[in-house]
Structures are given as structure tokens and as C-alpha cells.
């Protein structure tokens, strides 16, 4: 398994992982329950995002165009999540 992504934070490495499961790659959380025993030890980035090697290029690739991609207002959000169909409630 190759290592594509890096975070310090589970949440955040789990969306890279949703990321590339949306795109076909079957990839693998790795290290995230080591952050329960940081404490007063500095973790770094321990949570690591895995995948087969042959897909490795792919991965980075969805990687980086997910990275590139504008970030919505909270209108931009809002106005396509009730395009979609989810009710956002107030």
C-alpha cells in the first residue's frame, strides 16, 4: 500500500478516503486510532490515507483536482443542497 495523504486529524484524512471511494479507489484509513494516546506527545501526521499502488497516480490525482477545487459561499452551499433535495432546516 502506498501512502497518499497525510493529516493529523481522522475526520479530515475519512474525507480523503470518501474522496477516492466516490472515485473508484479502494483506499485505507490508517493510524487514526493513535490519536487518542497523543496526549502531552506530539502525533504529527499520524493519520495516513492509503491505497494499492498501481493506483497510486490516480489517487493523487483526485487528491489534488478535490484541493483545486473553489470553495463554495455559504449561499453557493445552501442554494445546491436545496437544488439537490436536502432539507438544510433553519
Known amino acids: 500500500m502506498k501512502s497518499v495523504f497525510e493529516s493529523?486529524?481522522?475526520y479530515q484524512a475519512q474525507m480523503i478516503v470518501n474522496l477516492l471511494e466516490s472515485a473508484g479507489i479502494h483506499a485505507r484509513l490508517d493510524g487514526?486510532?493513535?490519536?487518542?494516546?497523543?496526549g502531552d506527545v506530539p502525533m504529527g501526521n499520524t493519520?495516513?490515507?492509503r491505497v494499492a499502488p498501481e493506483n497510486?497516480?490516480?489517487a493523487r490525482e483526485v487528491i489534488?483536482?478535490?484541493?483545486?477545487a473553489p470553495v463554495?459561499?455559504?449561499a453557493e452551499a445552501e442554494a445546491q443542497a436545496l437544488?439537490?433535495?436536502v432539507d438544510i432546516g433553519d
Do not use: C, K
Not at 487514526?32 to 497523543?38: N, R
Open 8 to 10: 493529523s486529524f481522522t
Open 32 to 38: 487514526a486510532f493513535l490519536q487518542g494516546i497523543g
Open 47 to 49: 493519520v495516513r490515507v
Open 56 to 58: 497510486e497516480t490516480e
Open 64 to 68: 489534488a483536482e478535490w484541493e483545486r
Open 72 to 74: 463554495p459561499t455559504d
Open 83 to 85: 437544488a439537490s433535495g
